[in-house]
């Protein structure tokens, strides 16, 4: 045996090998993580109805292991007629974007499954979107009566249109070279028995008696409505729609309406109802036994005389424990309200909206829809079923109306509900101080879509709520893409224009007013108890306390300030603007002060330097009263009707 042989030092060596093997194992496998990235959808689902509002997903990308790259994220699987906007999304790592799926008019019902696909170099991870499509089948419309032969302009419903854009572009006789104080002026005043508060109506060329007349319309709050002689001013026949010993209503301690309470909305005319052509007006009235009623009636426009089935009462009910609830109804009463958003006449179907004496309560939002030719109620839509508040007032604007037959307005301080659905719409579904779109699709008021301000809540309880102002629908634009963009403007008492996408308004989000348009700060200089007017591509605001402004829209953009104002200023409540042109030239903007006396104002719409008022002339000669705080004045066939207190001022070429 050798002597330096040592097992004890063989097996210390074994040992020190396995540790150091063991040691070199564990390092190679557990390597530094590899920085990825994860990608999530919400909601998961989503449900469209075919030609409905588009209904936002939120898309987001998170990190981990320190992955500070961009992800791109693809779309697939959508089923036939749904689209994505946008189709294709660029993620910044803890930055969520959104993508609007909507469904086109005519696509099929369908469940289909999206995957988004996010790449971010040769790292790829999905999440997907359960898309579920109701179709809308409408019955094809009857068809129309033929037309009778009419020469002429017809102004028949709230400022000109049902988009409410205030514009007669059929103007030939009032230029501004011939609106002078020397050469255009008042020529007389229609005498009423009461306030006019609606927007006076304009027929062309209407047989009454064997004879043709241009007429004019004004309906007062002593429920009377008139209709003269445009050229003569003689009363052609004048028709009470009071019942047998009624009164009007008082003003209810409210000073908005005062000191009574008859016809106060703007009506609407239909030239081929009944036997001669209709005017509709809601009235309000008192009976004998202390009972309110609120009536739609259907008027003959030739005799005043009320056609058959005419009046009906107004009434109605609806699912809710809100305000003035019974047995799981909210319950409409007529002595609470007024109806003074103007009338809007859209695919045979009356509608109208309801506003409350001031904040008096208990009440609701009320929008409802009368067939024109029966007179009954076809549908009923509550937009704060289960709260309180939130009615429709506008200042008296129309409630705008698209192509596509949905119904847009802006809903007055009341009940939101902050939490939403997976849909994004409000759990209780209640809609105070909303932009509200409502489509009107077989037959049925249902809440389209929606833009609610971030701060809705404190704006409601401050009562600084959106519903002082009126919606325009404006004319389909186009960017330098070539995208075209379907919008909506409004604006309210918190002093900010609000432009909307029609096909995906924004809703909720109580983080902020990301997914809007359009948010305007401090393009307008006080409230809007209006509504604006549109011309050539232009928006015009006059805000209480402000001057008249023209918005200009370039690249399918509303600009965020004025590129030209009037020289004065308009107390409140502002003013709502109407618009004259031949076409696209010759334009001119006609606008109303509340002031004592009244001043009519007309200004070169591209300019807005003024071209006449009606303080100008000597010895008071176009003066026509005291104003009258929400009226809109009526341009027509050479002609300005103004509403006051006590008549309808007419003002034209001076002979």
Same mark, same amino acid.
């Given at each position: 045996?050798r002597r330096?042989?040592?097992?004890e030092?063989?097996c210390?060596?074994?040992?020190?090998?396995a540790v150091?093997t063991?040691g070199?194992?564990?390092?190679t496998?557990?390597p530094a993580?590899t920085?990825?990235?994860?990608?999530t959808a919400n909601?998961t689902?989503?449900g469209l109805?075919a030609?409905?509002g588009a209904?936002p997903v939120?898309?987001t990308?998170?990190g981990?292991?320190g992955?500070?790259?961009t992800?791109t994220?693809?779309?697939?699987?959508?089923p036939?007629?749904?689209?994505?906007s946008?189709a294709t999304?660029t993620?910044t790592?803890?930055?969520?974007q959104?993508?609007?799926?909507s469904a086109a008019?005519g696509?099929a019902?369908?469940? !289909?499954?999206?995957?988004? +696909? /996010? &790449?971010?170099?040769? $790292? @790829?991870?999905?999440?997907s979107?359960?898309?579920?499509?109701?179709a809308?089948?409408?019955?094809?419309a009857?068809?129309?009566?033929p037309?009778?032969?009419?020469?002429?302009?017809?102004?028949?419903?709230y400022?000109v249109?049902?988009?409410?854009?205030?514009?007669?572009?059929?103007?030939?006789?009032?230029t501004?070279?011939?609106?002078?104080?020397a050469?255009?002026?008042?020529?007389?005043?229609?005498?009423?028995?009461g306030?006019?508060d609606?927007?006076p109506?304009y027929l062309s060329?209407?047989?009454?008696?064997g004879v043709?007349?241009n007429?004019t319309?004004?309906?007062t709050?002593?429920?009377s409505v008139y !209709?003269f002689?445009?050229? +003569? /001013? &003689?009363?052609?026949? $004048? @028709?009470s729609?009071?019942?047998?010993?009624?009164t009007?209503?008082?003003?209810?301690?409210?000073?908005?309406?005062t000191?009574q309470?008859?016809?106060?909305s703007t009506?609407?005319?239909?030239?081929?109802?009944?036997?001669?052509?209709?005017?509709?007006?809601?009235?309000?009235?008192?009976?004998?036994s202390?009972?309110y009623?609120?009536?739609l009636?259907?008027?003959?426009?030739?005799t005043?005389?009320?056609l058959?089935?005419s009046?009906?009462?107004?009434?109605?009910?609806?699912?809710?424990?809100?305000?003035?609830?019974s047995?799981?109804?909210v319950?409409?009463d007529?002595?609470?309200?007024?109806?003074?958003?103007g009338?809007?006449?859209?695919? /045979? &179907?009356i509608?109208?909206g309801?506003t409350?004496?001031?904040?008096?309560g208990p009440y609701?939002g009320?929008?409802m829809?009368?067939?024109?030719s029966?007179?009954?109620?076809?549908s009923?839509?509550n937009?704060?079923?289960?709260?309180s508040?939130?009615?429709?007032?506008?200042?008296?604007?129309?409630?705008?109306?698209?192509a596509?037959?949905?119904?847009?307005?802006?809903?007055?301080?009341?009940t939101?509900?902050?939490?939403?659905?997976?849909?994004?719409?409000?759990?209780?579904s209640?809609?105070?101080?909303?932009?509200?779109k409502?489509?009107?699709a077989?037959?049925?008021l249902?809440?389209?879509?929606?833009?609610?301000?971030?701060?809705?809540v404190?704006?409601?309880?401050?009562?600084?709520?959106?519903?002082?102002g009126g919606?325009l629908?404006?004319?389909?634009?186009q960017?330098?893409?070539?995208?075209v963009h379907h919008?909506?403007?409004?604006?309210?008492?918190?002093?900010?224009i609000y432009v909307?996408?029609?096909?995906s308004?924004g809703?909720?989000n109580?983080a902020?007013?990301?997914?809007?348009?359009?948010?305007?700060?401090?393009?307008?200089?006080g409230?809007?108890?209006?509504?604006?007017?549109?011309?050539?591509?232009?928006?015009?605001?006059g805000a209480?306390t402000d001057t008249?402004?023209?918005f200009?829209?370039?690249?399918a953009?509303?600009a965020t300030?004025?590129?030209?104002?009037?020289a004065n200023?308009f107390?409140y409540p502002?003013?709502t603007?109407s618009?004259?042109?031949?076409?696209t030239?010759?334009?001119?903007?006609w606008?109303?002060?509340?002031?004592?006396?009244?001043?009519?104002?007309?200004?070169?719409?591209?300019?807005?330097?003024e071209?006449?008022n009606?303080?100008?002339?000597?010895s008071?000669?176009d003066?026509?009263g005291?104003?009258n705080?929400?009226?809109?004045p009526?341009?027509?066939?050479?002609?300005?009707?103004?509403?006051?207190?006590?008549g309808?001022?007419?003002?034209?070429?001076?002979?």
């Amino acid at each position: 045996m050798r002597r330096d042989w040592h097992p004890e030092k063989y097996c210390i060596w074994i040992v020190l090998i396995a540790v150091w093997t063991v040691g070199c194992s564990s390092v190679t496998q557990n390597p530094a993580a590899t920085a990825d990235f994860t990608i999530t959808a919400n909601p998961t689902t989503a449900g469209l109805t075919a030609g409905g509002g588009a209904q936002p997903v939120t898309v987001t990308a998170m990190g981990a292991s320190g992955f500070s790259g961009t992800v791109t994220v693809s779309l697939a699987g959508a089923p036939a007629g749904v689209t994505a906007s946008p189709a294709t999304l660029t993620l910044t790592v803890g930055t969520p974007q959104q993508v609007s799926f909507s469904a086109a008019a005519g696509a099929a019902a369908a469940n !289909a499954t999206v995957v988004l +696909t /996010g &790449t971010s170099g040769a $790292k @790829t991870h999905t999440a997907s979107v359960a898309i579920t499509v109701t179709a809308v089948v409408t019955p094809p419309a009857p068809p129309s009566p033929p037309a009778p032969a009419v020469s002429g302009v017809d102004i028949t419903t709230y400022h000109v249109d049902v988009a409410r854009t205030g514009l007669n572009p059929s103007e030939t006789t009032l230029t501004p070279t011939t609106v002078t104080s020397a050469t255009f002026g008042l020529l007389r005043t229609l005498p009423v028995d009461g306030k006019v508060d609606g927007e006076p109506l304009y027929l062309s060329n209407l047989t009454i008696g064997g004879v043709s007349h241009n007429v004019t319309y004004a309906v007062t709050e002593n429920d009377s409505v008139y !209709a003269f002689d445009a050229d +003569t /001013g &003689t009363q052609l026949w $004048k @028709t009470s729609v009071l019942g047998t010993s009624e009164t009007t209503s008082g003003d209810h301690g409210c000073s908005q309406i005062t000191p009574q309470i008859g016809i106060t909305s703007t009506p609407v005319i239909d030239r081929k109802a009944g036997p001669n052509g209709t005017i509709f007006v809601v009235g309000m009235s008192l009976d004998p036994s202390g009972n309110y009623h609120q009536r739609l009636h259907a008027l003959d426009i030739t005799t005043g005389a009320e056609l058959s089935g005419s009046p009906t009462e107004i009434s109605a009910s609806y699912p809710g424990t809100g305000a003035n609830s019974s047995a799981g109804n909210v319950v409409f009463d007529p002595g609470q309200y007024a109806e003074r958003a103007g009338l809007l006449l859209l695919n /045979g &179907t009356i509608y109208m909206g309801w506003t409350s004496h001031c904040d008096a309560g208990p009440y609701t939002g009320w929008l409802m829809a009368y067939s024109e030719s029966t007179l009954a109620q076809t549908s009923v839509l509550n937009l704060t079923p289960n709260g309180s508040e939130g009615s429709i007032w506008m200042a008296g604007a129309g409630l705008a109306a698209d192509a596509s037959g949905n119904i847009y307005f802006l809903d007055a301080n009341g009940t939101f509900d902050t939490t939403l659905n997976a849909s994004g719409f409000p759990t209780s579904s209640d809609f105070g101080n909303a932009f509200v779109k409502v489509s009107t699709a077989s037959s049925s008021l249902t809440v389209a879509d929606y833009f609610e301000t971030s701060n809705t809540v404190s704006e409601s309880t401050n009562d600084e709520d959106l519903g002082s102002g009126g919606a325009l629908v404006l004319p389909d634009l186009q960017d330098t893409a070539g995208t075209v963009h379907h919008l909506a403007v409004g604006a309210g008492k918190d002093s900010k224009i609000y432009v909307v996408n029609r096909d995906s308004m924004g809703k909720f989000n109580s983080a902020g007013d990301t997914a809007i348009y359009q948010e305007i700060s401090g393009g307008i200089g006080g409230s809007v108890y209006s509504m604006p007017a549109y011309f050539n591509s232009t928006v015009y605001y006059g805000a209480v306390t402000d001057t008249l402004k023209a918005f200009p829209i370039t690249n399918a953009m509303l600009a965020t300030a004025a590129t030209v104002h009037s020289a004065n200023t308009f107390q409140y409540p502002g003013t709502t603007p109407s618009v004259s042109a031949n076409g696209t030239t010759n334009g001119i903007v006609w606008a109303v002060e509340n002031a004592s006396p009244a001043v009519l104002h007309a200004y070169d719409a591209t300019t807005l330097a003024e071209l006449y008022n009606s303080n100008q002339a000597a010895s008071a000669r176009d003066q026509f009263g005291s104003g009258n705080k929400f009226i809109t004045p009526t341009i027509v066939n050479g002609k300005v009707f103004v509403g006051s207190p006590s008549g309808v001022a007419e003002f034209g070429i001076l002979p």
